[in-house]
């Protein structure tokens, strides 16, 4: 008898329910994206573009926003996250370039300070961690995790792309 009593519960509450979501959107109402299911709550899940022209890029960073991201196949997986770039005399050039390697903790010789997730490209410019709220001398300075993720997704012979 108790399983029933349980049970009976159970139903009304259910089709409460039920019927509560049924109210939240109008019926005929616009998907929440081309394709995709009509679900109350749930956001768009279309993949933003890149900013970057170069679609074989798995990088890219704006120099005019301070930001970049981590990009695959023309589609942004991860960011935008801030940045600090070169300094005027120190500028961080746009290009197009490679990783040539990565190090996850580096010694700048030329700084005398640390580099902690530094992924190379350009020469001796690396994403590393370090402030955001001031320039660098050449590198693209980021947040811990910004730094991080940029090490775990690239690999050496990965396309970056620095714009205006």
């Given at each position: 008898m108790r399983i029933l009593g349980f049970a009976a519960r159970l139903a009304a509450v259910s089709g409460v329910l039920i019927a509560g979501f049924a109210t939240i959107a109008p019926a005929g109402a616009e998907p929440l994206f081309p394709g995709g299911p009509d679900i109350p709550g749930v956001g768009s899940v279309v993949p933003t573009p890149s900013p970057c022209p170069v679609t074989a890029a798995r990088a890219c960073m704006r120099l005019s926003t301070q930001e970049a991201w981590l990009v695959d196949?023309?589609?942004v997986v991860f960011g935008p996250t801030p940045i600090a770039t070169g300094m005027p005399g120190y500028e961080t050039p746009p290009a197009v370039t490679q990783?040539?390697?990565?190090?996850?903790?580096h010694w700048s010789t030329m700084h005398d300070a640390p580099m902690r997730w530094a992924t190379f490209f350009n020469g001796d410019m690396a994403f590393h961690v370090g402030p955001v709220d001031s320039r660098s001398h050449g590198c693209v300075r980021m947040t811990e995790d910004g730094a991080h993720r940029f090490f775990d997704y690239l690999k050496p012979g990965d396309i970056t792309q620095v714009i205006d």
């Amino acid at each position: 008898m108790r399983i029933l009593g349980f049970a009976a519960r159970l139903a009304a509450v259910s089709g409460v329910l039920i019927a509560g979501f049924a109210t939240i959107a109008p019926a005929g109402a616009e998907p929440l994206f081309p394709g995709g299911p009509d679900i109350p709550g749930v956001g768009s899940v279309v993949p933003t573009p890149s900013p970057c022209p170069v679609t074989a890029a798995r990088a890219c960073m704006r120099l005019s926003t301070q930001e970049a991201w981590l990009v695959d196949n023309g589609r942004v997986v991860f960011g935008p996250t801030p940045i600090a770039t070169g300094m005027p005399g120190y500028e961080t050039p746009p290009a197009v370039t490679q990783i040539s390697f990565k190090r996850e903790f580096h010694w700048s010789t030329m700084h005398d300070a640390p580099m902690r997730w530094a992924t190379f490209f350009n020469g001796d410019m690396a994403f590393h961690v370090g402030p955001v709220d001031s320039r660098s001398h050449g590198c693209v300075r980021m947040t811990e995790d910004g730094a991080h993720r940029f090490f775990d997704y690239l690999k050496p012979g990965d396309i970056t792309q620095v714009i205006d």
